[in-house]
């Protein structure tokens, strides 16, 4: 065997993720990537391609980097492995927790590291759950997601996931409500942006009287909705979200897991592009930019005193929590994007690059453009007048990527929607490149189609 074939030897036992198996096994359709370079990888025919979804979100440095291979082999040679449970910690943790509590906005000063966004988002429930409890508040433990959301694939973190995910598989029962998805496009495009904002506000005044603000301990929203389609609210909704939270006891858990590190152009996106201060929040993927598994839930002092109180233990630990290889991977990652000054770069070259994607809007088949810099969504329609959707299994995004991958470029379909979330050193030649590859793409998929 050559190519994809020799590399996947094992293809029998590997469950991939978010896939048909069945489908996997029949056609062999399957990319297998051998190696990565800056914003390039290269898969096992010896094809070179931009990565333009950065891994998975996550490939924000960029791949290769010596800095991080570095920090985390030294790491590794001076102390592979140690734990953070009980009385034990290591210098890496520490200095990382120190690192991420002075770059996260408001008092959000102490840090709780895992190993994924889910676990990031799990261990958030957990906290407040016990806070709660600890503020003689036992019945405060409900939660309010949003449809469209996506929070990881733990059961806690699928309950507070879009249905749309765990259809058929079902999820914690009982304990999270899903608000409207503050998607105008598609939920209410007549309204302005302000009658549209003031639609999810009732929806949330609502439903907290509903279920009562003394049994609801959080809301939970990503600052750009992500795998639910890059979905993002009108402006000053989470502004205007975290007021309403706030004079109802509910904490606000921004799930920056995608829109952290650079990504939006700054390392938190909720208070400097959004203008909100959370109470927690989590994040993963750019922390580390991929190289090692690591995710941090960042707490308000507010909530640490809470837990810290002399009578309370904190029955919360992971094994890897703050491994040491994964901390110097995230604190030499955060070097590099402070040293290049990357978040800063990115809102010109992710400015860029949104409107060169925006700049596809003028073709058939693109009814909406979305996102922000570096994290853009297109989704396709049959007719861009009437908004009419592709059947939801036409998977037309699928078909621009297939197109787009035979030209070179790597993008990630949901469905109808086409996901570009590149690595963040992409420059002005990378940035024409995609937009080119994307026009030819759609335009070879909309003639195939006879729109
Ligand atoms: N939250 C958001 C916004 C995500 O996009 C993801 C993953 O894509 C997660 C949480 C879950 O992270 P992980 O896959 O590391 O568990």
Same mark, same amino acid.
């Given at each position: 065997?050559?190519?994809?074939?020799?590399?996947?030897?094992?293809?029998?036992?590997?469950?991939?993720?978010?896939?048909?198996?069945?489908?996997?096994?029949?056609?062999?359709?399957?990319?297998?990537?051998?190696?990565?370079?800056?914003?390039? &990888? !290269?898969?096992?025919?010896?094809?070179?391609?931009?990565?333009?979804?950065? $891994?998975?979100?996550?490939?924000?440095?960029?791949?290769?980097?010596?800095?991080?291979?570095?920090?985390?082999?030294?790491?590794?040679?001076?102390?592979?492995?140690?734990?953070?449970?009980?009385?034990?910690?290591?210098?890496?943790?520490?200095?990382?927790?120190?690192?991420?509590?002075?770059?996260?906005?408001?008092?959000?000063?102490?840090?709780?590291?895992?190993?994924?966004?889910?676990?990031?988002?799990?261990?958030?429930?957990?906290?407040?759950?016990?806070?709660?409890?600890?503020?003689?508040?036992?019945?405060?433990? !409900?939660?309010?997601?949003?449809?469209?959301?996506?929070?990881?694939?733990?059961?806690?973190?699928?309950?507070?996931?879009?249905?749309?995910?765990?259809?058929?598989?079902?999820?914690?029962?009982?304990?999270?409500?899903?608000?409207?998805?503050?998607?105008?496009?598609?939920?209410?495009?007549?309204?302005?942006?302000? %009658?549209?904002?003031?639609?999810?506000?009732?929806?949330?005044?609502?439903?907290?009287?509903?279920?009562?603000?003394?049994?609801?301990?959080?809301?939970?929203?990503?600052?750009?909705?992500?795998? $639910?389609?890059?979905?993002?609210?009108?402006?000053?909704?989470?502004?205007?979200?975290?007021?309403?939270?706030?004079?109802?006891?509910?904490?606000? &858990?921004?799930?920056? &897991?995608?829109?952290?590190?650079?990504?939006?152009?700054?390392?938190?996106?909720?208070?400097?592009?959004?203008?909100?201060?959370?109470?927690?929040?989590?994040?993963?993927?750019?922390?580390?930019?991929?190289?090692?598994?690591?995710?941090?839930?960042?707490?308000?002092?507010?909530?640490?005193?809470?837990?810290?109180?002399?009578?309370?233990?904190?029955?919360?630990?992971?094994?890897?929590?703050?491994?040491?290889?994964?901390?110097?991977?995230?604190?030499?990652?955060?070097?590099?994007?402070?040293?290049?000054?990357?978040?800063?770069?990115?809102?010109?070259?992710?400015?860029?690059?949104?409107?060169?994607?925006?700049?596809?809007?003028?073709?058939?088949?693109?009814?909406?453009?979305?996102?922000?810099?570096?994290?853009?969504?297109? %989704?396709?329609?049959?007719?861009?007048?009437?908004? %009419?959707?592709?059947?939801?299994?036409?998977?037309?995004?699928?078909?621009?990527?297939?197109?787009?991958?035979?030209?070179?470029?790597?993008?990630?379909?949901?469905?109808?929607?086409?996901?570009?979330?590149?690595?963040?050193?992409?420059?002005?030649?990378?940035?024409?490149?995609?937009?080119?590859?994307?026009?030819?793409?759609?335009?070879?998929?909309?003639?195939?189609?006879?729109?």
């Amino acid at each position: 065997p050559t190519g994809t074939d020799a590399v996947l030897t094992s293809d029998t036992h590997l469950i991939q993720s978010f896939a048909n198996l069945h489908a996997l096994k029949q056609d062999g359709a399957r990319t297998a990537i051998v190696e990565a370079s800056g914003a390039m &990888v !290269k898969d096992s025919e010896g094809n070179e391609l931009i990565d333009g979804i950065g $891994g998975l979100w996550c490939v924000n440095v960029g791949h290769g980097r010596p800095e991080i291979i570095d920090a985390i082999t030294q790491q590794l040679k001076t102390l592979d492995y140690y734990s953070t449970f009980y009385n034990f910690t290591h210098p890496a943790a520490a200095a990382l927790a120190e690192k991420v509590a002075s770059l996260a906005p408001g008092q959000l000063n102490h840090v709780y590291f895992g190993n994924s966004g889910s676990v990031a988002n799990d261990t958030a429930v957990r906290i407040l759950h016990h806070y709660n409890n600890l503020r003689g508040k036992p019945q405060k433990k !409900k939660i309010l997601s949003r449809m469209g959301a996506y929070h990881g694939s733990t059961h806690m973190a699928m309950a507070l996931t879009t249905p749309a995910y765990s259809d058929g598989w079902g999820a914690v029962e009982g304990l999270v409500t899903h608000l409207r998805a503050p998607h105008k496009y598609r939920e209410a495009p007549e309204l302005s942006d302000e %009658e549209f904002l003031k639609l999810l506000e009732q929806d949330m005044l609502d439903t907290i009287h509903r279920i009562g603000a003394d049994n609801i301990c959080a809301f939970f929203a990503e600052p750009i909705q992500g795998a $639910g389609g890059v979905i993002t609210a009108p402006p000053g909704y989470h502004k205007r979200m975290r007021e309403i939270t706030a004079q109802h006891d509910i904490a606000y &858990v921004a799930d920056e &897991v995608v829109t952290a590190w650079g990504r939006l152009g700054h390392m938190f996106a909720s208070k400097d592009a959004f203008d909100y201060t959370p109470d927690i929040i989590t994040t993963a993927k750019g922390l580390t930019s991929g190289y090692q598994p690591l995710s941090a839930t960042i707490i308000s002092s507010e909530i640490h005193e809470v837990i810290s109180r002399p009578e309370a233990m904190f029955l919360h630990g992971m094994t890897y929590s703050g491994h040491p290889a994964a901390a110097a991977a995230g604190l030499a990652n955060i070097a590099i994007l402070e040293n290049e000054g990357i978040p800063a770069r990115v809102q010109t070259t992710g400015k860029l690059f949104e409107n060169t994607l925006r700049g596809l809007g003028d073709m058939a088949m693109v009814g909406e453009v979305r996102g922000s810099h570096f994290m853009m969504g297109i %989704e396709f329609v049959k007719d861009k007048a009437t908004r %009419e959707e592709f059947a939801p299994d036409a998977n037309i995004g699928g078909a621009v990527a297939q197109a787009a991958q035979q030209r070179g470029l790597i993008a990630r379909a949901l469905g109808n929607i086409l996901i570009l979330s590149p690595t963040l050193i992409m420059d002005e030649a990378m940035i024409t490149d995609i937009g080119a590859i994307l026009r030819d793409s759609i335009g070879e998929v909309s003639d195939s189609l006879g729109l």
